[in-house]
């Protein structure tokens, strides 16, 4: 079960690394860098932000397997189970599904133990699970 753990953090951060898609509309893409329209900014005199870097496409095949393996259980384990491993605190989820932390939790481990048995009824030869490697 700590491996499904780790694949769904795993997968919330590769979300977040990807690059924002549409930021330009295809007849204005072109090949010259982004340039500071402000003369103050251009030479770099602020701080410059740093962007994480762009995931692999095995990280994006893994994530992609994860959001597959999240429809395999009901909403309420789906998004509490993704909005842990986009790192909500156990106190803001217990706003969000209005009830306290500890109960957050409980239902956390719930969801988590039936995205385990759900992912083992698919496909129990999956070496990601515990399984021997096909």
Not at 6 to 21: D, F, I, Q
Request: net charge positive; glycine share 6%.
């Amino acid at each position: 079960m700590a491996e499904v753990i780790t694949r769904l953090n795993e997968a919330a951060s590769v979300l977040r690394r990807l690059l924002e898609g549409n930021r330009y509309e295809r007849p204005f893409l072109t090949s010259w860098p982004d340039y500071r329209p402000d003369p103050n900014t251009a030479y770099g005199y602020e701080d410059v932000e740093v962007k994480p870097p762009i995931p692999s496409p095995a990280a994006i095949q893994r994530m992609e397997e994860v959001l597959d393996w999240l429809q395999l259980v009901p909403v309420e384990y789906r998004r509490l189970l993704w909005f842990r491993a986009e790192g909500w605190s156990w106190r803001k989820l217990g706003r969000y599904f209005g009830c306290g932390s500890r109960q957050v939790r409980l239902r956390w481990r719930d969801g988590v133990v039936s995205l385990w048995e759900a992912c083992i009824k698919k496909d129990p030869l999956r070496h990601y699970l515990g399984g021997p490697s096909r």
